[in-house]
């Protein structure tokens, strides 16, 4: 074959191969680089949370501020009433939960799952109770027992408080600011460090000997009641101190703006 054909064809092959490199630009310029996308920057969205726990109802309010965490901030609260006896006392009691709390959401795993060490801003949960004795009934103070005055029962208040704010630790299924859905539903399982429980009991009345109804004596002023009632104060204590790890789970839905 003729060496001048030879040079057509290699040409030729050169051209078109180049066309790709300045298709579409009629300044035979090199095309742009494609642009970035947008998800590949990371926007802070911010979120709201409706839900329901072991610490009563509420709602969060929140922002994701990297891919991998929220920082969620709300309260919660509920009143739960019941009556129960106790050693001979009976108590009309009221459950209050009053709590503020502040979370940071590390999701590992995306929306899938989180981790939520956090903390109890104010931790106002607290039971508070009426307490009476029927007259000429036998009750128990600490290790003593004594009977009810049918002419001047027993009768008082009592609290059960913990600590102010506390740690707590979450982790859950779901995110609850999600980065990749507008709505989610999310579950929460932990423990809230809270501390011992403390116990008061304020009683006044008349309280006499358990067997013959005698010998009685004024509640809220005789040593030796006052410091029955510091045992049965530190009894209940004792009996409840599984609260101080007390167990948290929360079922919620958070939406995302």
């Not at 970035?36 to 969060?60: C, H, N, T, W, Y």
């Not at 008082?156 to 506390?166: C, D, I, L, P, Y």
């Not at 980065?179 to 008061?200: A, E, M, N, S, Y």
């Not at 509640?219 to 410091?227: E, G, M, R, S």
Request: hydrophobic share 40%; net charge neutral.
């Amino acid at each position: 074959m003729p060496r001048k054909l030879w040079f057509a064809i290699l040409y030729l092959f050169a051209v078109f191969t180049a066309l790709p490199a300045f298709a579409g630009d009629s300044d035979g310029l090199p095309s742009a680089p494609p642009a970035q996308e947008s998800g590949s920057i990371f926007r802070p969205r911010f979120g709201v949370v409706a839900k329901v726990s072991m610490l009563g109802v509420g709602g969060d309010v929140g922002v994701s501020i990297t891919r991998l965490a929220n920082i969620r901030v709300g309260s919660s609260g509920l009143d739960f009433s019941h009556t129960f006896q106790s050693s001979g006392i009976k108590y009309d009691a009221t459950l209050h939960f009053r709590n503020v709390e502040a979370l940071v959401d590390i999701t590992p795993l995306g929306d899938w799952f989180h981790v939520s060490p956090g903390v109890l801003v104010y931790n106002g949960n607290r039971i508070n109770a009426v307490t009476t004795v029927p007259g000429g009934q036998n009750f128990d103070l600490g290790d003593v027992s004594f009977r009810s005055s049918p002419t001047d029962p027993v009768h008082g208040s009592g609290e059960m408080t913990v600590r102010k704010s506390a740690p707590m630790v979450m982790f859950g299924f779901g995110n609850p600011i999600p980065h990749h859905h507008r709505f989610t539903i999310f579950h929460d399982f932990g423990i809230v460090f809270q501390g011992l429980p403390k116990t008061t009991l304020n009683l006044a009345g008349t309280a006499c000997d358990p067997v013959t109804g005698l010998a009685c004596v004024n509640v809220a002023t005789d040593p030796t009641l006052q410091a029955q009632i510091i045992a049965q104060q530190n009894k209940i204590n004792k009996d409840a101190s599984i609260v101080k790890f007390y167990p948290l789970a929360s079922l919620g839905i958070g939406i995302r703006f």
